[in-house]
């Protein structure tokens, strides 16, 4: 029989594997190669801290290969993870991403910005939606379901921990990610002066779809 994909925590032999896919999906849902060469630069903000700092809250889509094709990954407290990210995981990496000491010129140098800014995470505004999360799936695996398997896993080891909501930030032009959530069950929530992101949230609870 052949094997089947499925949902399963995180192990550390996936870091390759999920920091291929987040590379793969980290320009609006696109492979991302082309406007940040450096392939680790993307997993560093956006994948591994998770990974390292939240593993328990760490979820892989395995092709039934033993190969990771999604991932969804977050934090049950916000406000806790920015202060880890800033004191536990930037010294991991700042050698071979520096904070700038100019204004941004290039893409890449914008991500290095947030990397080394990650109080921008802390808004009034997402005070009531503690957690949030990021998830990502490589094209060919996507409207096949999975993503809201993933989603469901994740929400309830947020449920089972008594955080009552989630929020994510997401690209306001990738209308494909928008529709994704709103069938998921996440709303709008206003932020002023967000800049090219929108931000949804909702309960951690089961809903009625």
Same mark, same amino acid.
């Given at each position: 029989m052949r094997p089947q994909p499925r949902i399963r925590p995180y192990q550390l032999t996936d870091q390759a594997g999920v920091a291929a896919v987040c590379v793969r999906t980290a320009h609006d849902g696109g492979d991302s190669r082309d406007l940040y060469p450096d392939e680790e630069l993307m997993p560093s903000i956006f994948a591994e801290p998770y990974c390292r700092l939240e593993p328990d809250l760490a979820f892989v889509l395995?092709?039934?290969?033993? &190969? =990771? !094709?999604?991932?969804? !990954?977050?934090?049950?407290?916000?406000? +806790?993870? !920015?202060?880890?990210?800033? +004191?536990?995981?930037?010294? &991991? !990496?700042? &050698?071979?991403? @520096?904070? @700038?000491? &100019?204004? =941004?010129?290039?893409?890449?140098? +914008?991500?290095i910005r947030l990397l080394h800014t990650p109080e921008r995470m802390i808004l009034p505004e997402l005070a009531a939606y503690p957690a949030h999360l990021h998830i990502d799936l490589l094209p060919e695996w996507q409207r096949r379901g999975f993503g809201r398997e993933l989603m469901n896993t994740f929400l309830a080891a947020l449920d089972d921990r008594g955080v009552p909501a989630v929020h994510l930030g997401m690209v306001s032009a990738n209308t494909p990610a928008r529709a994704f959530y709103d069938r998921l069950g996440f709303h709008e929530i206003p932020v002023p002066a967000s800049g090219p992101l929108t931000y949804l949230g909702r309960p951690t609870a089961a809903t009625t779809p």
């Open positions: 395995d092709d039934g290969f033993g &190969r =990771p !094709v999604g991932y969804i !990954v977050g934090t049950a407290n916000t406000q +806790e993870f !920015v202060k880890d990210f800033r +004191e536990r995981w930037l010294p &991991r !990496v700042a &050698r071979r991403y @520096p904070e @700038p000491a &100019r204004a =941004p010129r290039t893409p890449s140098e +914008e991500m």
